[in-house]
């Protein structure tokens, strides 16, 4: 489907065949592909996260607010680092909630996601900086790439590689580690998993934890690509990330999902929503565009599913003698 519209582009537009636009799509994927990776973690393991643009946006706008505040730059790591133990500690929360008192993951980060976002704009402020700290300001100028074209200059941006080595990281978990194992034997089957000797609460915990990690890294890069601090950015922009996920094939109902298919759906998103624009499309239609796809993709995954189980209880129903039914 991504080649396809590729080359159906191309042959519309012959702009959308070129480095400028190729380097575009990957920088207007950077942010949203780390946050697609921290909502496969929670996809796998049979939940829905809602509050990962708050969360990002939360540990990162507050770690820039506390530098300006109080007049301090120890460099660009440190404010990662802070912004990554924001965040580990509202995923905390999330994951608290959900492991230890059983409550529907859509309910809980519907909730603290309001709760996040209320607190920041109550205690850390609502205020927009145009201007960030000197380290994060530099970072934002530094590109990997610079290439002169006919059509101007394309450039990619350094952060593009914090994308890929989360991605590497995230993909290493789900395949090499007990942890990514216990995530989709979790999504598969919570109580088998539980009877099986998996660490159902403390997995779970430690799954939130790390999206918050992870988002919290995607609020980072999204500030200093954008280079000024806004505490209203990233929110409402979940139905994107989520609608990629689904359509990279991880299952809503939890137990499959792969790296892969999580940076491919990325990519149909965004070439979408880069095509829709270069044929003039007005932008609110990219929203509709992007929830005819979701509905799409869980359709298709629900008949799937429903398929796969009659034929489990046809070959069942084989299986079973006449006279040992009756």
Not at 216 to 238: F, K, T, Y
């Given at each position: 489907?991504?080649?396809?519209?590729?080359?159906?582009?191309?042959?519309?537009?012959?702009?959308?065949?070129?480095?400028?636009?190729?380097?575009?799509?990957?920088?207007?994927?950077?942010?949203?592909?780390?946050?697609?990776?921290?909502?496969l973690?929670?996809?796998i393991?049979?939940?829905?996260?809602?509050?990962?643009?708050?969360?990002?946006?939360?540990?990162?706008?507050?770690?820039?607010?506390?530098?300006?505040?109080?007049?301090?730059?120890?460099?660009?790591?440190v404010?990662f680092l802070?912004?990554?133990?924001?965040?580990?500690?509202?995923?905390?929360?999330?994951?608290?909630?959900?492991?230890?008192?059983?409550?529907?993951?859509?309910?809980?980060?519907?909730?603290?996601?309001?709760?996040?976002?209320?607190?920041?704009?109550?205690?850390?402020?609502?205020?927009?900086?145009?201007?960030?700290?000197?380290?994060?300001?530099?970072?934002?100028?530094?590109?990997?790439?610079?290439?002169?074209?006919?059509?101007?200059?394309?450039?990619?941006?350094?952060?593009?590689?914090?994308?890929?080595?989360?991605?590497?990281?995230?993909?290493?978990?789900?395949?090499?580690?007990?942890?990514?194992?216990?995530?989709?034997?979790?999504?598969?089957?919570?109580?088998?998993?539980?009877?099986?000797?998996?660490?159902?609460?403390?997995?779970?915990?430690?799954?939130?934890?790390?999206?918050?990690?992870?988002?919290?890294?995607?609020?980072?890069?999204?500030?200093?690509?954008?280079?000024?601090?806004?505490?209203?950015?990233?929110?409402?922009?979940?139905?994107?990330?989520?609608?990629?996920v689904?359509?990279?094939?991880?299952?809503?109902?939890?137990?499959r999902?792969?790296?892969?298919?999580?940076?491919?759906?990325?990519?149909?998103?965004?070439?979408?929503?880069n095509?829709?624009?270069?044929?003039?499309?007005?932008?609110?239609w990219?929203r509709?565009?992007?929830?005819?796809?979701?509905?799409?993709?869980?359709?298709?995954?629900?008949?799937?599913?429903?398929?796969?189980?009659?034929?489990?209880?046809?070959?069942?129903?084989?299986?079973?003698?006449?006279?040992?039914?009756a």
């Amino acid at each position: 489907m991504l080649i396809g519209l590729c080359v159906i582009m191309s042959l519309l537009n012959p702009v959308f065949f070129s480095i400028n636009t190729a380097f575009s799509i990957m920088r207007s994927t950077t942010v949203p592909l780390i946050l697609a990776l921290a909502v496969l973690l929670v996809i796998i393991s049979g939940g829905i996260d809602v509050s990962f643009p708050v969360v990002a946006i939360a540990s990162a706008y507050t770690s820039v607010t506390l530098m300006l505040n109080f007049d301090f730059d120890y460099g660009v790591p440190v404010v990662f680092l802070m912004s990554a133990c924001i965040g580990a500690v509202l995923g905390l929360i999330n994951g608290v909630v959900i492991a230890r008192f059983r409550l529907p993951t859509l309910i809980v980060t519907l909730a603290t996601q309001g709760i996040f976002f209320g607190a920041m704009l109550t205690y850390v402020g609502s205020r927009y900086h145009p201007d960030l700290p000197p380290s994060m300001s530099r970072l934002s100028t530094v590109n990997v790439v610079n290439v002169v074209t006919s059509n101007g200059k394309a450039y990619l941006h350094v952060l593009v590689l914090l994308a890929v080595v989360v991605a590497l990281l995230v993909w290493g978990l789900l395949k090499w580690t007990m942890f990514g194992r216990s995530l989709y034997a979790i999504g598969g089957d919570y109580e088998g998993a539980r009877r099986a000797g998996f660490r159902v609460v403390r997995t779970q915990v430690l799954t939130y934890v790390l999206v918050g990690v992870i988002a919290s890294l995607a609020g980072v890069a999204h500030i200093v690509m954008s280079r000024s601090a806004n505490p209203q950015d990233l929110v409402g922009g979940e139905l994107d990330i989520i609608a990629a996920v689904v359509l990279g094939g991880a299952s809503i109902f939890g137990g499959r999902g792969s790296v892969l298919g999580t940076v491919l759906g990325v990519l149909l998103i965004q070439v979408i929503n880069n095509s829709l624009l270069l044929v003039g499309v007005p932008g609110a239609w990219l929203r509709a565009a992007v929830g005819i796809l979701l509905i799409v993709g869980i359709g298709i995954q629900t008949v799937s599913a429903r398929r796969k189980a009659r034929r489990v209880h046809s070959v069942e129903d084989a299986a079973t003698p006449a006279g040992k039914e009756a």
